[in-house]
C-alpha cells in the first residue's frame, strides 16, 4: 500500500524512544511495523527508531566490505535506505527480522548504485571474477567492478531461486543467524541451511566462469 507522505528533512533519520499508546505501553516493533504497512508513516518513523542501532551495525558492517575512502557513511546510508523503505513501494514487513534483512538489501542497492555510477564514470575497465570468499566471508574492501559483478550475480540467482537469494540477503548482508532467517522468510531452519549451501555453491560457479557455467542452483 502506498504510504506517500511529505518526505523527511534530508539528513536527519528518526531517532529516540517511540511515543507510548494510550495503555502507556510502547508498542512492538511488529505491531509498528504491521501499521506502517498500513500508510501509517509516524508508525514506521517510530520502528525505525527502535532498531536505529542495529541498522547502523548493518550500514557498519557493509561498509567494511567497501573501498577505504567511500563517499558514504554509517549515518548517510542509513539514511539513504530509510528514505528508500520510506518510499511506500517497499513490502509487508512481517517482523524485526524481516525488516533488518530488506533494510540490509536496501542498503545495498544504495552502495550498488554508488558504485555502478562511480564505474560509469570511468572508462574501459571490465568486472574481472570475484572470489566467492572475498565476497562472502571476509569483509575485505571490494572495488566497484567487484561489488558490481556480485550484484549481477545474485540478481541472476534471484531469476533461478528467489528464496536462496532472498536467504543470502538475510544471511550475509542482513547479519541474520539461521534461524532468524528461517523466521523472516517463514520457512524451516533445515531449508534455510540447505539453500545457504546452494546458493554459495552456485554463486562461486558464477563468480568463476572459467570453472564451468553455473547451471540451475
Known amino acids: ?25 510502547r508498542p512492538s516493533v511488529t505491531a509498528l511495523l504491521g501499521r506502517a504497512a498500513g500508510g501509517d508513516r509516524a508508525a514506521f518513523d517510530r520502528a525505525v527508531a527502535l532498531v536505529y542501532d542495529e541498522l547502523r551495525g548493518l550500514a557498519h558492517a557493509q561498509l567494511r566490505r567497501e573501498r577505504p575512502g567511500h563517499t558514504l557513511d ?60 572475498e565476497a562472502l566471508a571476509r569483509p575485505a574492501a571490494l572495488p566497484d567492478d567487484r561489488l558490481l559483478a556480485l550484484d549481477e550475480a545474485l540478481a541472476r540467482l534471484a531469476t533461478l531461486d528467489p528464496r536462496q537469494a532472498q536467504v543470502v ?39 568463476h566462469p572459467a570453472d564451468g557455467p553455473a547451471g540451475a542452483p
Open 169 to 207: 540477503e538475510c544471511r550475509h548482508f542482513g547479519g541474520l543467524t539461521e534461524e532468524e532467517t528461517a523466521q523472516a522468510l517463514g520457512v524451516g531452519l533445515r531449508t534455510v541451511k540447505r539453500d545457504w549451501a546452494k546458493a554459495r555453491a552456485w554463486l562461486y560457479r558464477a563468480l
Open 1 to 25: 500500500m502506498n504510504r506517500a507522505t511529505p518526505e523527511p528533512t534530508t539528513g536527519s533519520t528518526p531517532a529516540g524512544p517511540p511515543a507510548t499508546g494510550p495503555s502507556g505501553a
Open 74 to 133: 554509517t549515518g548517510a546510508l542509513v539514511h539513504e535506505a530509510y528514505l528508500r523503505l520510506g518510499d511506500g513501494r517497499g513490502p509487508a514487513w512481517e517482523g524485526r527480522g524481516h525488516f533488518l534483512a530488506v533494510a540490509a538489501a536496501a542498503m545495498r542497492r544504495v552502495l550498488v548504485d554508488h558504485a555502478r555510477r562511480a564505474h560509469a564514470a570511468k572508462r574501459g575497465g571490465a568486472a574481472r571474477p570475484l572470489p566467492l570468499d
